[in-house]
């Protein structure tokens, strides 16, 4: 049988320093959910891999079938699907409403949902009752919080309680309006130093992986090396352990420019709009539906 592209073929005679058989995140774990300590493996391992957001059951299963290992059910929805100018507006109910989608959608994928701005920083009592929420009621695997010092006591409580916690640290959309727009983060000794101080201590804290958002390349890889834990690169260059994109961005949805970052992989937008045309000038010549569309 021939390995998809995203199923590299195992051999018993594997390089040094990969996964084998049966353990790595492309083609290994077939019978159940990737987990955090196949995450953990990976970097041990030296193994790259993708994630992308995912905000509805139909889109996630595509790309769980696609072998996407983890799925990140992000705030960006607010975005790309609910209208917000951005992600700061997202509610809780929203959040768990789309995170239960996406995990009926699909089978292999670990499911990590973001935290939305105003659930998690009041207290780390206040990040426990809504994280729960996302695992109970949704369903999902882990939970995303943006910040790193500012946040590590709250991830040491969910850790503690046995939520598996996502970082985010760099470029936070939630802090949109005290960044004043999206800039990039690291530039300079002191905010270099601040940002490997962030990165130290979330993982210290007890997070599983950590995003590097907006951050120099070069900045980012040595986050990576000095890091024990996957870190999770979007505008972070090509050091780091593992790329998530926005799915909107990478398959050609979103109208007008792209950060810096994207690479757009389809023209969905496109195809969708021509497909939209096509459908008009059907009905309005009565062309559709015709004789093989209707009931007898």
């Not at 992600?87 to 292999?108: F, I, N």
Request: net charge negative.
């Amino acid at each position: 049988m021939n390995a998809s592209p995203l199923q590299p073929a195992q051999t018993q005679d594997a390089p040094a320093g990969t996964a084998p058989a049966g353990t790595a995140l492309y083609g290994g774990v077939t019978n159940r959910r990737v987990t955090v300590r196949d995450l953990a493996r990976a970097k041990r391992d030296g193994e790259r891999w993708a994630m992308l957001t995912a905000y509805d059951a139909l889109t996630a299963g595509v790309f769980d079938e696609a072998g996407i290992p983890v799925l990140l059910v992000g705030d960006s929805a607010g975005n790309c699907h609910l209208g917000y100018e951005t992600t700061v507006p997202v509610t809780m109910d929203q959040m768990v409403m789309m995170s239960a989608a996406v995990v009926r959608g699909t089978k292999r994928a670990l499911i990590v949902a973001d935290l939305p701005f105003g659930s998690y920083q009041e207290s780390p009592a206040q990040a426990l009752h809504n994280a729960a929420r996302l695992m109970k009621e949704a369903g999902v695997q882990a939970v995303k919080l943006e910040g790193g010092e500012r946040s590590a006591r709250s991830i040491e409580l969910l850790v503690e309680a046995g939520v598996p916690v996502m970082a985010h640290i760099g470029l936070t959309p939630q802090s949109v309006h005290a960044f004043g727009g999206y800039p990039v983060q690291g530039r300079g000794d002191e905010a270099a130093h601040q940002l490997l101080r962030d990165a130290k201590a979330v993982q210290q804290a007890g997070a599983f992986a950590v995003v590097l958002e907006a951050v120099p390349a070069e900045l980012a890889a040595q986050v990576t090396e000095h890091s024990a834990i996957p870190t999770v690169g979007i505008g972070g260059g090509p050091g780091t352990d593992a790329q998530v994109l926005v799915w909107t961005d990478f398959a050609g949805m979103t109208a007008g420019r792209v950060p810096k970052f994207v690479k757009q992989y389809a023209n969905l937008r496109a195809t969708l709009a021509q497909a939209a045309a096509e459908f008009a000038t059907d009905v309005r010549e009565g062309a559709f539906p015709g004789p093989e569309h209707s009931f007898n």
